[in-house]
């Protein structure tokens, strides 16, 4: 149990400073995405190798593939935020991803909803109204954290599907390679949309 509430907090602190570095570095958003999902599956392929992991069919890749291109656009969307308005202001509103995953959930998975789940949104969403009185310069900033929440929450529920199936591991480096390639096929598009 300690060594889970370790390994909670250590992923809070790295998940923090992930907004810090992304406003502190000179980068635009796609690339900063781009290298991060270079480095990020280069450094799982030595596992994988090493494991001898299970290979996706070529059904489950074009899954994989899917959900890899929402994560870079994720990311993308959560780094554009920050570059649009600050950190706080961007991780705030990406607490979001609860509230979209407990309206999005029961719809992609048909159930019905549970009240607990409800209750959770509408707390989200006061604390965004309250956010968006105080801080409504940084609207555009909002707006792209909402947009990141979103697709955060789809990306987690289709990831449900496969976890029965494959390892994290396995399931992470296809999603970041595929989306390293959907995201190098589409980065000169976006430079020559948002840089001009």
Not at 62 to 83: D, R
Not at 107 to 123: G, I
Not at 173 to 194: A, D, I, R
Request: charged share 10%; glycine share 6%; net charge positive.
């Amino acid at each position: 149990m300690k060594r889970a509430y370790l390994l909670m907090h250590a992923a809070i602190v790295l998940w923090g400073l992930t907004g810090i570095f992304g406003k502190l570095i000179q980068l635009p958003e796609g690339l900063i995405v781009w290298f991060r999902m270079f480095i990020s599956a280069a450094g799982l392929l030595p596992i994988l190798l090493y494991n001898k992991s299970k290979i996706p069919t070529p059904k489950d890749l074009l899954h994989i593939t899917g959900v890899g291109a929402m994560v870079a656009l994720h990311w993308v969307l959560f780094y554009a935020s920050i570059k649009a308005s600050n950190v706080s202001i961007a991780l705030s509103c990406f607490s979001t991803v609860a509230l979209f995953t407990a309206v999005l959930d029961p719809l992609m998975n048909r159930r019905s909803p549970k009240a607990p789940e409800l209750l959770l949104s509408v707390c989200v969403i006061a604390g965004l109204y309250c956010i968006f009185m105080v801080r409504q310069s940084y609207i555009t900033g909002m707006l792209l954290a909402l947009a990141s929440a979103m697709m955060g929450a789809i990306f987690t529920i289709l990831n449900k599907r496969l976890t029965s199936r494959f390892e994290a591991a396995v399931i992470t480096f296809y999603e970041l390679t595929t989306g390293f390639v959907v995201l190098s096929f589409f980065l000169p598009l976006y430079f020559s949309l948002t840089h001009t």
